[in-house]
């Protein structure tokens, strides 16, 4: 075997560990894509809702200031009344 044989044999091996090396760095990289795409995708949705319940909660506010005035301006309505 000549030695440009024997350093090419010697190589392959450390190249296929490589290999393997990326793969499994690569794997972990893409688990750990996957997981805070998840997270991501679980705020994201807590937060729709949170906006959901705030334009409720909203509504229901204007919807009281308008009660509100509503009722206040009544006395004025029956003092005009009288």
Do not use: F, H
Not at 21 to 39: E, F, G, H, K, M
């Amino acid at each position: 075997m000549g030695p440009l044989r024997k350093n090419l044999g010697s190589r392959i091996p450390n190249a296929a560990a490589s290999s393997n090396s990326a793969n499994s760095n690569a794997d972990v990289t893409l688990q750990s894509l996957a997981a805070a795409y998840q997270d991501l995708t679980a705020r994201l949705s807590a937060l729709e809702q949170l906006q959901l319940e705030n334009a409720r909660l909203l509504e229901l506010t204007k919807s009281q200031a308008n009660e509100i005035d509503s009722l206040l301006q009544m006395p004025l309505l029956l003092l005009l009344l009288l």
